[in-house]
């Protein structure tokens, strides 16, 4: 097994509830269904991703 970088495979939005898979074939984030529902949540946000720990890019005081 080659180290690999380890990557973030699921993000959510902390504003609207987004939430994305990453698709590795395609080298991109989609977004994730859950119960059958795409979780899409608000088109025009800017979405705050809350991706474990350290990948997050900025932190701030909660
Ligand atoms: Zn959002």
């Not at 080659?2 to 990453?22: K, M, N, S």
């Not at 949540?41 to 997050?56: M, Q, T």
Request: charged letters at 35%; aromatic letters at 10%.
């Amino acid at each position: 097994m080659e180290p690999q970088l380890r990557r973030p495979t699921r993000r959510a939005c902390e504003r609207c509830g987004r939430v994305e898979r990453w698709d590795g074939d395609a080298a991109t984030w989609r977004v994730a269904s859950e119960d059958g529902d795409k979780q899409v949540g608000n088109p025009y946000c800017i979405h705050e991703w809350d991706i474990n720990g350290r990948f997050a890019p900025f932190e701030e005081p909660a």
